[in-house]
């Protein structure tokens, strides 16, 4: 992952979110450090869903069209895609059939994921 999008992601103050979303952002910026790409996707978008319902965190003082007009519609829905292919096997998924370009593929995914999550985060000015 490019150096410019781990020091983004570690320099984002989690405070604003709520407890959940919190946990799962400290294990996101260890997971991307660790260069373990599914597990960035995962969490990243596990953080997007958690934020969008969780009462102690944005949701709980936002206003309800701040969080629907939050981040890129399509990079969104790219990386829920992306996270339920990884989760919810149902058939073949590029990057997991032992492809020789596999790691770089999914790399790439991994900083999308993550560009995509600080996108939202930034969007609703945490």
Known sequence: MNDATLRRLSHFDAVNLGPHASALY??????????LPLATVILAASIV????HERAGPVGYLDGAALSHAGNTANLGWLRGRRNNFVHHEGPCDGLMGESD??????????RAVITLLDFLDDLQL
């Open 49 to 52: 869903d958690v934020v969008r």
């Open 102 to 111: 596999a790691g770089l593929w999914l790399g790439s995914d991994a900083e």
């Open 26 to 35: 400290s294990e996101l910026t260890r997971t991307a450090a660790a260069g």
